[in-house]
Nanobody, 121 residues
Framework: QVQLVESGGGLVQTGRSLRLSCAASGYIFSIKAMGWYRQAPGKQRELVAAITSGGSSNYADSVKDRFTISRDNAKNTVNLQMNSLKPEDTAVYYC???????????????WGRGTQVTVSS
């Protein structure tokens, strides 16, 4: 069984920063992409940022130049540094990973339970 556990959400004022962390645990053989998605009330879940095991990353246009994703392959962790936060960044943020566990020959998607980020104006 593989689990993703997020931490680091909270309430901040506009312009401040937050750092989200996610740790994957369990019987992991390999992880391909890891990333962060978010879902605001009444909206669809959207990709915020993703990073491959080789370190290549991509971002939603709305967060480019403000958010930075990073990853530690040895620890199976992924972080999201969020700077210059705006009220429109308010959402539940979910960690995502493509994981191959030790008993499988294929990768499957795993999701964390989500962490709330609220940015006040």
């Amino acid at each position: 069984q593989v689990q993703l556990v997020e931490s680091g959400g909270g309430l901040v004022q506009t312009g401040r920063s937050l750092r989200l962390s996610c740790a994957a645990s369990g019987y992991i053989f390999s992880i391909k992409a890891m990333g962060w998605y978010r879902q605001a009330p009444g909206k669809q879940r959207e990709l915020v940022a993703a990073i491959t095991s080789g370190g290549s990353s991509n971002y939603a246009d709305s967060v480019k130049d403000r958010f930075t994703i990073s990853r530690d392959n040895a620890k199976n962790t992924v972080n999201l540094q969020m700077n210059s936060l705006k009220p429109e960044d308010t959402a539940v943020y979910y960690c995502h990973a493509d994981v191959r566990d030790r008993w499988s020959e294929t990768f499957r998607e795993y999701w964390g339970r989500g962490t709330q980020v609220t940015v006040s104006s």
